[in-house]
Structure formats: C-alpha cells, structure tokens
C-alpha cells in the first residue's frame, strides 16, 4: 500500500513532528517500505488469526490491591531542578503580544 | 585469562589491590582507549574514586558484600541521580535524574563503583549503536565494525576490559546482539525478574535490563544482584530461584533437553549456522538430548515486535515536549509550535520514524489491522514457546544471523536492517529468558554469538547450560590485549 505525503503529514501532526520538503520526500519512500513490512504481519498463519484464542490479562480484584497510603515523595525542588529557569512557574519566550 | 569478578573480589579481600588502585587503573586504560572506542559518553570519575574510597572501609570492616569495589558502568538509559543521563539523544541534553533506578540503587548499595555511562542507539532504537547523539562506539575487536545496538557501548566496555562489567537493556535483543558482536556475554532476563524503575522507556511491554560480562559465571553474579520485585515497577515480581545462581552453574547438563528450531536458522550466514552446529554437537556429546522442535509463528514475529515496540514508543516518547527538562528550541511562534520544533531538532531519523510507525499503527482504522492483530499473534508466539519448553529445557539458536556490520553501512536500508533483529525479538516478545555466549569467530575473525533460550524464570537452567559450553569449548575467540592489567 502506497502511502501519500498528505497522509505523512497528517501523521507527523499527530505525533507533533514537523519535516523539512526534502525530509518528507525521503520519509515518505523510506515509510512505504516500513509500511509493506509491517503488512507482512497480514500473511495468514495457518487458520488465520480469527482462531487465536486471546487469553487476555489477568483479572485481578481489589483485594490483591495494595492499600492506597500516602507515602513520602520526592521534593518538588529535585524534581523540577531540570526546568530551565524555574521560578515558581515553567516559563516560555512570549509567544503573543 | 582475564580476572572475572569472583577473583577481583579475593584480590581485594587479600589486600592485593584496593578499590582506589583498581578504579584507577581502569580510569588510566578509559583515559588511553575511550577517546578513540568512543564507548563512554559521560565519565563519572570523581564519584567513582569516591565510592572507591567508602568501598576500602567497607572492605576493612569485613562482610562486604561481593561487588563492593568492582568498577562497572551503567548504559545511558539508566537514571543515576544528579549524573548525566541523556539516552544518547539530544532531546535528553545535559539531562541529571533526580533519583537512582533500582538496579543502580542495588549495585551502591553493594559498593559498587561506577566509571561512567555507556554509548547506546538514541532511546536504544538501533543494532548499530550509530544513531547515537555522540556517534558511534568502536568495536574493540576490530574499530572498522561496529559494536553492535543498542546496548554498543555497554558490549564495548567489557570487551575492552573497561569495566569489570555492564548493564545494559534489551527490547529487542540490545543486550544479545552487542554482546555477540564484541564477543562478551550478554543475559537478558525473563520480563518482570529486574526492576524497570529508572530505565528510560521505550517498548514497555518488552524492555528489560540485564548485564553484559566476560564469563557466564560473572552474568549470574550481577543478576543475582539486581533480580527482585520493586513495588516501584508493578511489572517486577519476586521469584524464588533455587538457592544462589552462581551455585546452580556447575551442575551436570546430562539429560538436559536442547530443543532446535529450523526457523531460526532460515537465512542464517553460514558461518554462523556451522558454529552453532558444533555447539549442538558439543551438548549432544556431553549427554544433553537434542529435540528438532518446530516455532511456526516466528515467521511473523519481526513485524509484530516492530509495530508493538513503536506504538509503545510513540506513546513513552510523547512526554518529550521541552517543557520540564531536556532540550528546547530556541525559538517559536506558540507552545504548539515550540513542541513540534522541540521534538523535530531533538529526536534523530530513526526515533522519528519509529514515532511515526507507532502513530500509524495505533491511529483510527489502523488500530485493528495492526496494532490489535500484531497483540493476539503476540499470543500466539508465546503459546507456541510454552508448548516447546513442555519438551525442551533449553533452546538453542544463534544471536545475530551476521557478525557486526562494517562502521557506516549504507548497503541497508531501515527495514533491513530491523531485518537483523529475527533472531533475538521472538525472546522478547514471549517475555522469557536468554543469554548470549561467544562461540567462534567468523573468516574475518569477528565474534560469532550462540544464543539459549529457557523458559521463564529459567535463568538458573540457561545460565547453566551456557556455563558448561563456555568451560567445555575452550578458548573459542581470541583475547582481547588492552584495557586494565589487574
């Protein structure tokens, strides 16, 4: 299945990436091949895939939940110390006047 | 022969060497061989020599605990808090954790020394380790190759004797794969027996970390000391392994069922195929009973690792917005627009095709044909490997179907190259255990990996049958000459 650079940009928007023209003709020929590939997985195994019997997940009941107690946590100063001029708030360049 | 880590532990305890010599005789060979091997991206020196120092007084007090001491290094997707931890992307630039995965918070808490982080594929998405923000580490055996992906830099550092060993983790065979190309042991557990907490997510379902050693011996030691549930990972469970790993090693492998399975040879370098044939024929002397089993649903299991992997990946690599840490663009018309660019200059080719991949798969009218499809034969493949281990005990198949790719490849293209993951993604896919052990070398004298496959929780049987073949085969690929002396 072939697929177009319309949908490759519908796609990128999606997963909030953004291609250059040239990145995009590139991308798109390199994708048809990902996508024939990932296709493969439409190969019938023997019976076809209706007669996979899913054993889904285990259930699991509110018993075997540990009990919800508030347990210390990291401080808010350590865990924000990444945020480039933190100051309170998470600070962006002005985007509208 | 190289010290393992047993005998650098006598040696401490002898008072043959302390902690600090040995940590710097391993910062003098990091300092003389990384600059060219590239397999170290961030150099934890000053910790290093600390730790050294408290590891002494751990040591003189007696009791210490066996790793106390042992300089090793973590791959670059491990939080180390306060210490750069970048998953080799720019995106994760000048990035410090503000706490420990568990796996490190075990080894410190065993005194073990950490010389630094470890190269890797950008968010482990690789089998070169190319794609990394730092650019390739060097094969030790020979720096015209690669080490392998995506745990490179991790194979690297054992292989070079930089380390007395490595973690490294493994989503689709990026503990197996490097370990085969730089002619190491690599062993990545059964999902759920090591703690997730602190690994840099990509494939949730399938992620697990593991250590890359010199002997199978010293791959039960550090997995001895990083096994165990976490309520921190909910994935994780407790196990109860017979007595101690390192014990179960020497047991006889009379009796023990092999099982091999034509698909894994499909396609194999014939080089290859003949090694891990005189390995069979190794077992098969030694009394193990060999069973030609048959894994039909493998066939598939390449496209169904790819979209499960990537559709996990797109929705773990969706928290990479340059908000709360990481890179950010410099500039930008609105926050929407400072995301894209963010995530756009941040992430490299292959992360962004695989988010893509993930997107597609998991977006509306392609979640049943794909996503939905690629879970229930997900289903199927471990049905099929829980049917085989009721016969066998150990599978038995090669690592990689080549031995490690010329630097800069560009005979391959993308799906090629996830191509060469057919042998270790079944692995993952099924959840269970693996370990991967040199076997020979090829014509070009590079390493060849012969991989076992148990059942799971049955590192105590794959780790055992790897101890035999590496004592009975002997010396199968030549010594690497360099690195730290002691």
């Not at chain 2, 997510?201 to 199978?216: F, K």
């Not at chain 2, 879970?375 to 016969?391: M, P, S, Y």
């Amino acid at each position: 299945m072939a697929i177009s650079k319309t949908e490759i940009e519908k796609l990128a928007k999606l997963a909030k990436l953004n291609f250059s023209d040239e990145e995009l003709e590139r991308f798109t020929a390199e994708f048809d091949e990902i996508i024939a590939f990932a296709d493969t997985i439409n190969q019938s195994i023997e019976g076809g895939t209706e007669q996979i019997r899913s054993v889904g997940a285990r259930v699991v009941s509110f018993d075997d939940l540990r009990p919800d107690e508030v347990e210390p946590s990291l401080p808010n100063e350590k865990i924000l110390s990444n945020v480039e001029g933190y100051n309170g708030f998470f600070s962006l360049e002005r985007s509208k006047k | 022969m190289r010290a393992g880590i047993s005998e650098l532990a006598k040696k401490l305890r002898n008072r043959e060497v302390s902690a600090v010599e040995l940590t710097k005789a391993y910062i003098d060979a990091i300092e003389k061989l990384n600059p060219t091997l590239n397999a170290y991206v961030h150099l934890t020196f000053d910790t290093a020599m600390k730790a050294a120092q408290e590891a002494d007084q751990m040591l003189k007090e007696g009791d210490a605990p066996l790793l106390c001491g042992i300089p090793m290094a973590l791959k670059d997707n491990i939080c180390t808090d306060g210490l750069t931890t970048t998953c080799c992307s720019k995106i994760l630039k000048d990035f410090k954790p503000y706490y420990d995965a568990t796996v490190w918070e075990k080894l410190k808490a065993q005194g073990a020394v950490l010389l630094g982080k470890t190269n890797m594929d950008e968010f482990a998405m690789g089998s070169t380790s190319e794609t990394s923000c730092y650019g390739a580490p060097l094969n030790p055996r020979n720096t015209n190759y690669v080490t392998g992906g995506s745990s490179g830099g991790s194979a690297a550092v054992v292989c070079a004797n930089l380390a007395a060993y490595s973690l490294g983790s493994d989503t689709g065979g990026s503990i197996r794969q490097p370990a085969s190309f730089c002619g190491v042991v690599g062993l990545k557990p059964t999902y759920g027996a090591v703690s997730r907490y602190g690994l840099i997510a990509y494939g949730s379902s399938l992620d697990q970390i593991g250590p890359l050693t010199n002997s199978v011996k010293d791959a039960a030691i550090v997995f001895e000391a990083i096994k165990g549930g976490d309520k921190r990972d909910q994935t994780s469970a407790d196990y109860e392994y017979d007595s101690s790993l390192a014990e179960c090693l020497d047991r006889d492998i009379k009796g023990m069922r092999f099982g091999v399975a034509q698909e894994f040879f499909d396609g194999i370098n014939p080089e290859i195929k003949s090694k891990i044939e005189e390995a069979i024929k190794l077992f098969e002397r030694n009394g193990a009973v060999i069973e030609n089993i048959s894994l039909p649903a493998l066939k598939l299991a390449l496209p169904v690792y790819y979209i499960i992997a990537c559709a996990e990946a797109s929705s773990n690599l969706g928290r990479y917005d340059g908000i709360r840490y990481g890179y950010r663009t410099s500039s930008y018309t609105s926050i929407e627009d400072m995301i894209v660019k963010t995530r756009s200059e941040g992430f490299g080719d292959e992360v962004k095709r695989r988010i893509m991949l993930g997107t597609y798969v998991l977006s509306s009218g392609y979640y049943d044909a794909y996503y939905k499809k690629a879970c229930l034969i997900r289903e199927e493949i471990n049905r099929e490997f829980a049917t085989v281990f009721e016969k066998c005990d150990v599978l038995i198949a090669p690592t990689a179907p080549n031995t490690a790719f010329p630097l800069n490849y560009k005979g391959a293209s993308p799906v090629e190259m996830y191509l060469s993951d057919i042998c270790t993604v079944p692995v993952n896919i099924a959840g269970v255990p693996a370990i991967s052990v040199p076997c020979g070398e090829d014509a070009k004298g590079l390493p060849v990996g012969m991989q076992l496959i148990g059942r799971r929780f049955g590192e105590a049987t794959v780790l055992q049958a790897a101890h035999f073949y590496e004592q009975s085969a002997g010396q199968v690929i030549g010594v690497y000459e360099g690195g730290v002396g002691i």
